[in-house]
Nanobody, 125 residues
């Protein structure tokens, strides 16, 4: 089992920045690919960003590419999502996830076995 706890969400104005963190415990963190997904009200959970086990591969959705950066610190068992130039449409609950996804399937929700409880990000005008 892997337990994931997100933090860092909050209310920010459009154009601002937030950094989300996801602390993992349980099994060896470095064995898992880590991803961030988000879910807005009335919408399906969608892929945001992900990083392979060793950090050598990253993947981003087109909607956040160039604005968001995923990183991981295996020594701290933590994955981060730096979000810059936030837009109103980035408002959602953000979830981190851990799984054994191959680098070419990092964006597939069903490749992830463990999920955090989510953290709310609200972008205001």
């Amino acid at each position: 089992q892997v337990q994931l706890v997100e933090s860092g969400g909050g209310l920010v104005q459009a154009g601002g920045s937030l950094r989300l963190s996801c602390a993992a415990s349980g099994r060896t963190f470095s064995n898992y690919a880590m991803g961030w997904f988000r879910q807005a009200p009335g919408k399906e959970r969608q892929f945001v960003a992900a990083m392979s086990t060793g950090g050598g591969r990253t993947m981003y959705s087109d909607s956040v590419k160039g604005r968001f950066t995923i990183s991981r610190d295996n020594a701290k068992s933590t994955v981060y999502l730096q979000m810059n130039s936030l837009k109103l449409e980035d408002t959602a609950v953000y979830y981190c996830a851990a799984g054994l996804a191959a680098w070419f399937t990092l964006d597939l929700r069903n490749e992830y076995d463990y999920w955090g409880q989510g953290t709310q990000v609200t972008v205001s005008s």
